[in-house]
């Protein structure tokens, strides 16, 4: 791939990932050129000076380095679970954001020699049941040394047993999406302006959708139930809820839920979810509870818990230690981050 090709490919993605028009991109820049220009820049049909490149890069918070990148930045063998509710531009950008984290995250672990696996479950038979699904969870977490513990930290149990997470600063009404890259690596989209409780329930429902094999017979309304459920099961298993709620009940107090909220970091409103799908409130129970959650005088408001804010940090742990091994520079780390080149320094500490 020439310079221009790859320069070309490389602008038009990092625009989109910011999710600007070419008419957006050159009024952030001072209409210092013009619409017409940046497409020929993306068509490859010519090079900005260096001035432009500068300007172009603080408009679109990249580092030079990424545009000058001759690798492609385009992964090809990734298949996309379906996006709903977004406009074209909103699915571009979030299928660049995906592709251009699997770039960073191959480039830097082909950097320190590292292979990417991922630590799945061996599908025994495709799922057709609500047993399924609690069995799929149980030995999920076995298999990732779980036990029936609570989650410190969902992001980083995904990262460290080789689930891909791209983060997504979008608005509503984005919530996640999920993609598998070479048929075996879930890669995970998930908006990072939610309340920590969804943020990790979402997460752990795409996974669900990326790795669970589903019976033909089972409808997306069906699918989608199973992935809350498996999500809803990974951060409270069944048994765990049983032995402190009780099998049966009329009434659940709400500081028994909010101490389940506090100590697995899963909503007071999966809570109830799991109470009903589990048989120990009846459907009309769990019906009225939703009912009564929306009206504007609930005293039984799902309230935020105390869970500390999760992010991705697998990917920028490793380039930080590649730096301090002084195997890239610094303004590679910063190509590497989609950070600046101050912002690498400022946050380069050694002990």
């Keep these: 791939m020439d310079l221009k090709k790859s320069f070309a ?6 625009r989109l990932m910011r999710g600007l028009s070419m008419q957006q991109l050159s009024d952030m820049m001072g209409n210092i050129i013009t619409k017409q220009t940046l497409f020929k820049y993306e ?3 010519m090079l900005p000076k260096s001035g432009i490149v500068i300007a ?4 679109l918070e990249i580092n030079p380095d990424y545009l000058f990148n001759y690798k492609s930045s385009s992964p090809k063998n990734i298949r996309y679970g379906k996006l709903q509710g977004l406009s074209k531009r909103e699915e571009m950008t979030i299928i660049s954001i995906i592709e ?12 320190c020699g590292r292979e990417h696996s991922f630590n799945s479950i061996p599908a025994e038979q495709p799922v057709k049941t609500l047993s399924d699904i609690y069995q799929a969870a149980s030995i999920l977490r076995e298999a990732w040394k779980i036990g029936n513990a609570a989650i410190t930290n969902v992001i980083n149990l995904l990262e460290s047993n080789g689930v891909i997470i791209a983060e997504i600063d979008a608005l509503d009404p984005f919530i996640s999406q999920h993609a598998i890259l070479d048929d075996t690596i879930p890669v995970i989209a998930i908006n990072s302006n939610m309340d920590t409780e969804n943020f990790r329930f979402a997460a752990l429902k795409e996974l669900a959708h990326a790795i669970l094999d589903f019976d033909e017979s089972i409808d997306n309304k069906k699918k989608e139930r199973f992935c809350s459920v498996f999500a809803n099961e990974m951060l409270l298993p069944h048994d765990v809820f049983l ?9 659940i107090a709400l500081m028994e839920l909010k101490y389940l ?7 007071v409103d999966a809570l109830m979810s799991k109470a009903r799908y589990l048989g120990v409130v009846s459907s009309n129970h769990y019906s009225d509870y939703c009912k009564n959650l929306g009206s504007a005088d609930s005293t039984k408001k799902s309230e935020p818990g105390s869970i500390t804010k999760e992010k991705v940090t697998k990917l920028e742990s490793r380039v930080y230690r590649a730096l301090a091994s002084g195997i890239i520079t610094q303004s590679k780390a910063a190509a590497l981050l989609n950070m600046n080149t101050v912002d690498v320094v400022r946050n380069f500490v050694t002990v």
């Design 43 to 45: 068509k490859g049909v």
């Design 261 to 267: 909220q506090s100590e697995y970091g899963i909503s």
């Design 56 to 59: 172009l890069c603080d408009a």
């Design 243 to 251: 032995s402190v709620i009780g099998e049966k009940r009329h009434e």
């Design 100 to 111: 251009n984290t699997i770039e960073r995250t191959g480039e830097i672990e082909n950097i």
């Design 9 to 14: 490919e490389r602008l038009h993605n990092a």
